[in-house]
């Protein structure tokens, strides 16, 4: 049996570690990094607005709401955002989050969302929820029909002397343009407009920041590049740095053209709502909307519960195992700091994750003969009706209200 996915792009970095410390002579393509003083100015060229950073202050959020009310595009006065929904990152594990929507849809339970947020697994799979019912066809495709080869084409010698990954993301940049086409792009477009919001999450690497993208804004932009760029921030969030190539994005500052660097979103969070410092009733203030009754459901695309595994004593499993760990805690932080989110501001909690008697196991990236009985063991939760958690593990809810 092979070992998990986050245990095998550990040994391809640590070899590429290595090779590179050994030869010392190999370099990346050049590009013309934003300086850090003006990292907070930098805008897309041409089509400024779209984005915010992930950790964005109270100051700065109120700077971005009044210049989007002003156009109108922040929300619709007596616009109420009551369905929000919020998707993780998990490689191959998005085949469960995909199969509980749609099973969630086919048993006519599943709301619209007015609000959907998310981060690489969960960036291919938030578009398609986004979109409702139209979106299942795409969900069932894309986590069921495709497979390693698909996604990425393996790239190890070249990356290891010299490039920037393992593995190159073509095949799934190819993916994402079949699915997201112009019609795609309006219809999004067009959602954004009703006054519903599409988030998606990566990581400037350079400023070791989250940033979010109003994926909508980028559809409604009309820019001639709106489809690219919206096509470039899926393939940024699901890249996973030094598996695939990071995603360069030209932005312009002081009259000057740079290039940020992108890599999987969840580098900085697993899932997430909104920056931290936004309180969604400050908004309903602002906006002079009744405040909603709202409800968040979380899809964790992964094990929320301690997983055995024996391992060898020696260097690389220790270190494999320990990233494995890190990276479930991160997400498991994730969920206790969106907790106390809603407890702030009155949202309705609900997480779901994959089960902890679920025993499949995958033989290698986006294993397509794992995914399949993944997917169809989250569509039946969700046909059937999921028993939604009410606060992040290892915590009684009850106890709290």
Known sequence: MRPPLTARLFRWLMALFVVVAISGCATLPPRNVLPEALVDEAELINMPGIRVWGDATERELEVVLASASSRGEAAQKGRQISNMLAISGGAEDGAFGAGLLVGWGASGTRPRFDYVTGVSAGALIAPFAFLGAKGD???????????????????????????????????????IEKYADRAFLREIARERRNGRMLLIGTTNIDAQRPVVWDMGRIAMSEHPEALSLFRKVLLASASIPGAFPPVRFKVGAQGQTYEEMHVDGGITQQVFLAPSALAFRKIDRRFGVPTAARRLYIIRNGKVTPEWQPVEERVLPIAQRSISTLTKHQGIGDLYRMYAATRRDGIDYNLAAIPADFTGKSSGPFDRAYMVPLFALGQKLGRTGYRWLKAPPGLNAAQHD
């Open 137 to 175: 066809k795409a969900l069932r495709e894309i986590f069921t029909q495709y497979g390693q080869s698909d996604i990425l084409t393996a790239n190890v010698l070249p990356g290891l002397f010299g490039g920037s990954a393992v593995a190159d993301s073509k095949p799934l940049a190819r993916l």
